[in-house]
């Protein structure tokens, strides 16, 4: 069982920045492939970002060139930095860790930006 602890939520003016933090409950990024989704109301759940466990990294069209996610294997944490936000990023941030069928979510931090 793996348990992951988003953090980093919050209320920012467009324009601004914001870094989600994804704390995995023991080692597991050289085998899982770690994500962030994200989900508004009505809305299906969106990957935002993926980070493979060779460390290769995908992004959704409609973050690149703003979002980047990284991870520290030391600290069994990723992140997701975000500049240049605008409204449409309001959602809930979702972690997830990923290996064949097997999948983990963490609980979600909401994100919210003012115009």
């Known amino acids: 069982q793996v348990q992951l602890v988003e953090s980093g939520g919050g209320l920012v003016q467009a324009g601004g920045s914001l870094r989600l933090s994804c704390a995995a409950s023991?080692?597991?990024?050289?085998?899982?492939?770690m994500a962030w989704y994200r989900q508004t109301p009505g809305k299906q759940r969106e990957l935002v970002a993926l980070?493979?466990?060779?460390?290769?990294?995908v992004y959704a069209d409609s973050v690149k060139g703003r979002f980047t996610m990284s991870r520290d294997n030391a600290k069994n944490t990723v992140y997701l930095q975000m500049n240049s936000l605008k409204p449409e990023d309001t959602a809930v941030y979702y972690c997830?860790?990923?290996?064949?069928?097997?999948?983990?979510w963490g609980q979600g931090t909401q994100v919210t930006v003012s115009s």
């Open positions: 997830n860790a990923r290996r064949g069928e097997i999948v983990y």
């Open positions: 023991r080692s597991i990024f050289r085998i899982y492939a």
């Open positions: 980070i493979g466990s060779g460390g290769s990294t």
